[in-house]
C-alpha cells in the first residue's frame, strides 16, 4: 500500500513516514500543497495524509481539486489544535477522516488501516483478515498462515503479497505491484517484483501465484 504525505512541519512528516514504512507501507513525503496535488496525480496512491495550513496551496483545496478531478483517494486530514478550523468545512470538501494535532501515532495507524479496508469495500468495522481457503493474510498484524502454518515473510515480502490477495483471482500487473509497494524515490529494476513473486512461491508454495504471460500475475484462491 502506497501513501503520500503533505505536511510542512518536516520533524512530524518525517517520523511519520519512519513509522509508516515500518508498517510496510510505501511512502512519499512532500511539504507543500502544490506539489502534493501534483504528486498525487502522477502515482495511483492507496491513501493521502493530507494537512491543511500548507505553504503552495492548503490542505482543502487540494482536497477539493483532487476531488474536482475525480480522484477518490481516502484522505486523512490532520487538523490544528486550536479548533481554527472547521471539521465541517473539511468533510465538504471532500475528506474522509479527521485527525486532531496533536495526534498518537498509534491512532493515525488504526484510521489509516480503517480508511484502507474502506476503500477495498469491506467497511471500516470490517475483519482485516483476507481468508482465502488455505491462505489467511492478516492485513492488520501482518501476519500470513498457509494451511493453518504461520509462514514469515519480510514487510516488503508481505506489502506484495498483499496487493496479489486483496485481488485474488484477478490478474494483477507488475507495473501496480510495483506503484503500491515500492516509493518515488525507488529508480531500480522493475524486476524486483519477480524477486519477490518467487520468494512467496518458495516459502507460500509453487502454485498459489500464477505467471499470466505479458499481463502480471494471479493469486489463485482455492
Ligand atoms: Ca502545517
Redesign the pocket.
Known amino acids: 500500500m502506497r501513501i503520500l504525505i503533505v ?3 518536516k520533524r512530524l512528516a518525517l517520523s511519520l513516514a519512519k513509522g509508516l514504512t515500518a508498517e510496510g507501507y510505501a511512502v512519499d513525503v512532500v511539504h507543500d500543497g502544490l506539489e502534493g496535488l501534483h504528486r498525487a496525480g502522477e502515482a495511483p496512491y492507496d491513501l493521502i495524509v493530507l ?4 505553504p503552495g496551496m492548503n ?1 482543502y483545496r487540494v482536497c477539493s481539486a483532487l476531488r474536482a478531478a475525480g480522484d477518490d483517494v481516502p484522505i486523512l486530514m ?1 487538523t ?1 489544535k486550536d479548533g481554527e478550523y472547521d471539521e465541517a468545512e473539511g468533510l465538504d470538501t471532500g475528506a474522509d477522516d479527521y485527525l486532531t494535532k496533536p495526534f498518537s501515532y498509534v491512532v493515525l495507524v488504526a484510521r489509516v488501516r480503517a480508511l484502507l479496508r474502506r476503500r477495498r469495500g469491506a467497511g471500516a468495522t470490517a475483519s482485516p483478515v483476507l481468508d482465502l481457503g488455505g491462505l489467511r493474510v492478516d492485513t492488520a498484524a501482518h501476519r500470513v498462515h498457509r494451511d493453518e502454518e504461520e509462514v514469515p515473510l519480510t514487510t516488503r515480502e508481505f506489502a506484495v503479497l498483499e496487493q496479489l490477495a486483496l485481488r485474488a483471482g484477478e490478474v494483477v500487473s507488475k507495473a501496480e505491484i510495483l506503484e503500491h509497494v515500492w516509493d518515488f524515490a525507488y529508480e531500480g529494476d522493475p524486476n524486483i517484483v519477480e524477486v519477490y513473486v518467487s520468494t512467496l512461491r518458495r516459502k507460500l508454495g509453487a502454485s498459489l501465484i500464477r505467471t499470466v504471460r505479458g499481463a502480471g500475475y494471479r493469486l489463485e484462491a482455492r
Do not use: R
Not at 51 to 54: N, S
Open positions: 505536511e510542512d512541519e494537512d491543511i495550513m500548507l490542505g490532520l490544528a
